[in-house]
């Protein structure tokens, strides 16, 4: 077959089934070195949710939306864009740790979109995409602005729970 792997040239080996894998097919697990059959099995206790977990993920994501969203409508020093991320940051780290440090395709699309259902929370915020709907010239340099720093503390938010190294 061509493109086809030689495996007999090997002496590495799947810890599980015991067969010959070469270095471009081996799946690097928490506990050695799996073929994809194998590999593919079993799901990491980190990728695993429970109801608890998401519950708690959900009500803690809102309250950092509400949160965010309170800090982007401030006026003064609070509308720095690196303190919204800087806050968003630590709100990330909050979430993940509620977490308790899971992962998976889940995770982020959950924590992200309970924090904008909190930041539709915020009156400022709804009030200011009602406004933009429907006269978009009069809120085009606030919502520009909210919309910048919601974006920015998103972001901050999003950087804990996606930058840490995943293994099957």
């Known amino acids: 077959m061509p493109g086809a792997c030689d495996h007999s040239k090997t002496k590495l080996a799947c810890i599980d089934c015991s067969l010959a894998i070469c270095p471009k097919c081996f799946v690097q697990c928490a506990v050695g070195n799996r073929c994809a059959k194998c590999a593919g099995r079993f799901e990491s206790h980190v990728m695993k ?3 608890g977990v998401i519950f708690r993920l ?3 994501s809102v309250a950092s939306g509400v949160v965010l969203s309170a800090i982007v409508t401030m006026e003064g020093s609070f509308g720095g864009f690196l303190f ?4 968003g940051y630590l709100l990330g780290r909050l979430i993940h740790r509620v977490a308790e440090y899971k992962f998976g ?6 924590a992200v979109g309970s924090c904008f259902l909190g930041m539709l929370l915020n009156h400022h915020i709804t009030l200011l995409l009602f406004i933009s709907m429907y006269l978009p010239q009069s809120a085009n340099y606030l919502a520009g602005h909210y919309l910048t720093g919601i974006l920015l503390g998103v972001v901050g938010i999003c950087i804990p729970l996606l930058t840490t190294v995943r293994t099957r």
């Open 105 to 110: 395709p889940k995770i982020a699309p959950i």
């Open 58 to 60: 959900i009500v803690v």
């Open 84 to 87: 919204q991320i800087f806050v």
């Open 49 to 51: 949710l429970s109801g």
